[in-house]
């Protein structure tokens, strides 16, 4: 595919994609970081659960529910603001991670808590009566037991990232997205937009098998002897 | 007729698990009811409980769903906290201690679980291992007691299977290794055997009975089985309705059952429900020529007794067996037969009468 393609154009290519990465990995993580915590919060903090605090848990639940519900390429607009304060700028690829990573977090929160509360109760009720406290609880049983889970919340959240980024292509983020608006569309370059989505394509693809593949090694669920 | 009594050993001496040891858990007037929710009046699911379960017993609580057998064994780790009354295991007040205390506490309680609880991502050794490590056990010391108690349940070559390779049975062996790692001196069964066919129950209630007399543990167990009560408990009490109706030796509670629950529990296991077409038959009130239906429950030093032949040949009373069993309770013999005797009133009074004097059990079910 790359012999239409003129020498240029393939740095190019290369060039947003090691982009994208960058902005997917970044983003991802921080996402993670902030997401993870919360998400283990929302799981145990109704009232009668592990860290009950119902009201907290209401209005961060609010909180999540409001990033979650407001359209990404609107968020990335809003928030110009702050993401000049915390990228100095709100143009290229470094920006572009601040509203990735302001919808990521709270998108990988709601997923994280999904993933912890499908663990079975009696596993909390097991380790309450070994005499566990609230944090070893989470450590040594809600996550551990959640992690199948938890990788294809993180892999669906990786590949959601990945169309994001091509979406802050639009308001002057770089990387993949950027490059096909640039030249597939407006210069009429059609086949610079389907090396994009060639590249996107397998991109996805990689993360996903990649993810299944992990998770399906942690789950000890399906095992016969 | 009684040749299936006299072949069985004479009784021992003393039942296990007397009034004269010491209690390791004590319910003291214990209550728990739950706040009235919107829509939902105030719940009260248990009411006024006193229990005792001395030193080294097995003591089985058993009653039907929503009777309060669940939250009541909660109460004695402290998952769920009584609103009245005060629960003294080994000593501690439960009811006393703040969740810092509490989390000590349950430190020597074991407890296992109708579904078992075993952690999918964990092999046996890792959860047996568990307790351990959240009591904050070096490596060494972890491996130095697991190996022994994997060995004790008969599970050493499964170390490192996951709970998902492992049988019913194995996983519940899991459960009881994990529930003695940090050597406790109590040990909670809730419906341990509930989810486990009749054969793989009798082998986890051998092992119950197994580790309950090897380190002298206190067992406390729940079920709404009376085959599990007659095969492991000790002492028994009946719970309905979130109150104790009975409580008592569990040889003594087969032999003379009072409350209409224990009485219905006790039909299913000792032979005492009448056979269908007998049920069908049965009348309050006698038919001429008919028969009355005697229900004589044959108990400690007499259940050997050739009490049958003696009847009929005393009281010249001819005797027709409708229904036989005799069975074991508590390492003791325990026998049940439903017989027909003449109906008239003076024949069934002579005959309860000579049945009491030999300090046996007798009750008149109804007429044919």
Known sequence: MFDILSPAIVDLLIEATKATLYMVAVAGLIGTAIGLPLGVFLATSRSGELFAAPWLNHVLGLVVNAARSTPFIILVVAIIPFTRLIAGTSIGTSAAIVPLTVAAAPFIARLIEAAIREVDQGLVEAARAMGASPLQIVGKVLLPEALPAITLALTLAVVSLIGYSAMVGAVGGGGLGDLGIRFGYQRFMPEVMAAVVIVLILLVQAVQSAGDLLARHLDKRNRRG | ?368
Do not use: C, W
């Open chain 2, 1 to 368: 007729m009684n040749a299936p009594f006299s072949i069985l050993p004479p009784p021992p001496e003393v039942a296990r698990g007397t009034d004269v040891t010491p209690s390791t858990i004590r319910f003291e007037h214990v209550g728990k009811s739950y706040p009235a929710r919107r829509g939902t009046p105030e719940v009260a699911a248990l009411t006024d409980v006193d229990l005792a379960v001395p030193e080294g017993a097995i003591l089985g609580v058993i009653g039907r769903s929503g009777a309060g057998k669940s939250t009541l064994i909660r109460l004695v780790n402290g998952l769920e906290r009584a609103t009245a009354g005060r629960i003294v295991v080994d000593g501690t007040d439960i009811t006393a201690l703040n969740e810092a205390g509490l989390r000590a506490a349950r430190r020597s309680i074991g407890m296992i679980f109708q579904h078992f609880n075993l952690l999918a991502r964990r092999t046996a050794y890792e959860n047996v291992a568990l307790p351990l490590e959240i009591a904050g056990v070096s490596a060494r010391a972890i491996k130095e007691r697991v190996e022994p108690l994997l060995d004790l349940v008969g599970l050493s070559d499964k170390r490192d299977r996951y709970p998902a390779e492992l049988s019913g049975g194995q996983k519940q062996r899991v459960g009881i290794a994990r529930a003695l790692a940090s050597r406790p001196r109590v040990l909670l069964s809730d419906e341990a055997t509930s989810a486990l066919d009749p054969e793989t129950t009798n082998q986890i209630l051998a092992l119950l009975r197994k580790v309950n007399a090897e380190l002298n543990l206190t067992v406390l167990l729940i079920t709404h089985e009376m085959s599990v009560i007659k095969a492991v408990a000790d002492r028994v009490a009946v719970l309905d309705g979130g109150r104790i109706v009975e409580e008592g030796p569990t040889y003594d509670l087969f032999a003379r059952p009072q409350h209409p629950t224990t009485r219905s529990f006790i039909a299913a296991v000792a032979g005492s429900a009448l056979p269908p077409y007998v049920a069908a038959r049965l009348k309050d009130t006698p038919a001429p020529g008919g028969e009355a239906l005697v229900r004589i429950v044959f108990t400690g030093d007499h259940a050997t007794d050739p009490v049958l032949s003696r009847i009929s040949r005393l009281l010249g009373v001819d005797v027709n067996i409708i229904q036989a069993q005799v069975d074991e309770i508590a390492g003791r013999p325990f026998g049940v037969i439903v017989v027909g005797i003449p109906n008239a009133p003076e024949t069934v009074a002579a005959v309860l009468r000579s049945v009491e004097q030999l300090n046996l059990s007798a009750e008149v079910l109804g007429y044919v």
